[in-house]
């Protein structure tokens, strides 16, 4: 019998039992319990010893004792591991789930170019030189975006693609610089026929990968209460810990670090901690340091220092507003309204994590909309929230000039359990992908520090080759 017609390893049932049969495969792991040896075999057509093996950089087990640049090195061992191996068959489930409802839908997939011209996306372009035009750059895509809408133009109603896109950017653990996505436009539709098509595919994937049924319509949560509420634009779900604004029964308080805020335009926000009563002092100094890490001048609690500078019907208020009980503690951050929510929504993910209360195995699903037309960046100037092209809440166009950061825009996101799975405006939609640790699911991705440790890239190039290029490499100057 041939490999290629011989059973493989999930293909025997009950109904063998009692069979001889020739299985092929290849041997995982082998188990030697003294007299009895078992042998763990996975599928392949057929096994031919080219050389023995030499020991290997790590064991090829699920749980393995080896940090990510050691796997990353050898990812070709690394996804042998059968956790590796089913994350790699998952996507693959997903992407062909996703093909069949967009063609089901009478989406037209369309290939777009790599090489494109550079174009102002809120990341750093990769550039490639061109040969042929000395001194001339191509810009590898971030996005499809222009070209999309240039379909719709030529008369593609309803495109897609299972896009690759790169961005020049730092890396996290939730983003690389080479990314896979869906990308989707659509003609002479509304935001409502965006979510009914995105509720769908979602409802199809979750489905036949996983068979979970989703329900749908998806709840909506507006930016504005989202941040209020929750700390942040993509919430989590899977607990109920809520924050509280405490703004105006403390505009008269003796309290001097909360009422100067709130006379500077601040605001003060607060957090019940479940049965926080009994947390020790290095657990509350930890969290001020990560609040003041994430920009927050400082943290308050009650009860504690702050009791004695608050009246007692402010304490009340504050623990009404809060939902606190007798063993809960109360957490207080006073700033900018911006600042105070993003504090706030990272101290409720610890505190969520901390006490675990987070519920494992649910999918909790909302789309947040609208969304705010503008944000802070890093140096406190005014940018986009989106992207360039969004359009603003019609209601909103007499705040441009003066109330910039109030503007809606007609943009949403598709949040699941705290991650953005989707996102887009009237005009583009676009999906990441949910994951703790994105490299996970790559099968050869690249480090924080944009290297492939399997390959060596990047590497130099020969004097030849940058010739020919136009090319010529100045070293960076030294810091003096």
Known sequence: MSGFNAPHCGSLRASDDGREVELFGWVARRRDHGGVTFLDVRDAAEVEVISEAKTPPFEIVDDVEADEALRLKYR????????????????????????????????????????????????????????????????????????????MVAGIGRYYQIARCLRDEDLRADRVVE??????????CTEEDVFALIEGLW???WKDVLGIEIPTPFPRLDMQESMLRYGTDKPDLRYELEIADVSDVLRETGATVLRGALDA??????????GG?????RELDELALLAKGAGAKGLAWIPGPLDRHLAEGELTAIRSASGATADDLVLLVADRRRKAETVMGLLRREIARRRKLIR??????????????????????LTYGHHPFTSPWPEDMHLLADRPYDVRARAYDCVMNGVEISGGSIRIHDRGQDTDNIRDVVAFPKTQSHQDLMLGAPSPVSPEQLEELHIRVVPPSKPS
Request: aromatic share 10%.
């Open 277 to 281: 009563k009994d947390m020790s002092r």
């Open 203 to 205: 409802a199809k994937v």
């Open 76 to 151: 070709y061992l690394d996804i042998r591991r059968p956790k590796m191996a089913q994350t790699l068959e998952l996507r693959h489930r997903v992407v062909q789930a996703i093909h069949r409802y967009m063609d089901g839908h009478e989406f037209m997939e369309v290939e777009t170019p790599m090489l494109l011209k550079g174009t102002p996306e809120g990341s750093r372009d990769f550039i490639v030189p061109s040969r042929l035009h000395p001194g001339e750059f191509f810009a590898l895509p971030q996005s499809p975006q222009q070209l999309k809408q240039l379909l």
């Open 179 to 188: 990314i896979t996505q869906l990308d989707v436009e659509m003609s002479f």
């Open 360 to 381: 494992q195995g649910e999918w909790k699903f909302l789309w947040v909309y609208p969304m705010y037309l503008f944000e802070e960046d890093d140096l406190g100037h």
């Open 265 to 274: 335009g601040g605001v003060v926000r607060c957090l019940a901690v479940p």
